[in-house]
């Protein structure tokens, strides 16, 4: 049985960072693109960033490029956003993702976590 669980959400004030976590079991991990979502509040679900199974490529949504890293550790089943410069407008749920095809930052992932909630406070 597969689960994805992701952790590290909080409210934080702008200009702060935070870092999500994602472990992901019941699966051959290094095998698995994965991704971080978000969804706000009356708005679409939209792909943040995600990582090949190699960390060889990596990928941002424009809104958040030099702000978000995305990262993994295989040997932990884990992968990481590190989430700089927070903006009120980055409020949303993340979700983390898993799949063994590439679909980057569309939301076609067979596996999803419950979600971890971001609140950034101006």
């Known amino acids: 049985q597969v689960q994805v669980m992701e952790s590290g959400g909080g409210l934080v004030q702008a200009g702060g960072s935070l870092r999500l976590s994602c472990t992901a079991s019941?699966?051959?991990?290094?095998?698995?693109?994965m991704g971080w979502f978000r969804q706000a509040p009356r708005k679409e679900r939209e792909g943040v960033s995600c990582i090949s199974w190699s960390a060889g490529s990596t990928y941002y949504v424009g809104s958040v490029k030099g702000r978000f890293t995305i990262s993994r550790d295989n040997a932990k089943n884990t992968v990481y956003l590190q989430i700089d410069s927070l903006k009120p407008e980055d409020t949303a749920m993340y979700y983390c993702?898993?799949?063994?095809?590439?679909?980057?930052?569309?939301?076609?992932?067979?596996?999803w976590g419950q979600g971890t909630q971001v609140t950034v406070s101006s």
């Open positions: 993702a898993a799949d063994r095809l590439d679909w980057w930052l569309l939301p076609q992932y067979k596996y």
């Open positions: 019941g699966l051959h991990f290094n095998q698995y693109t």
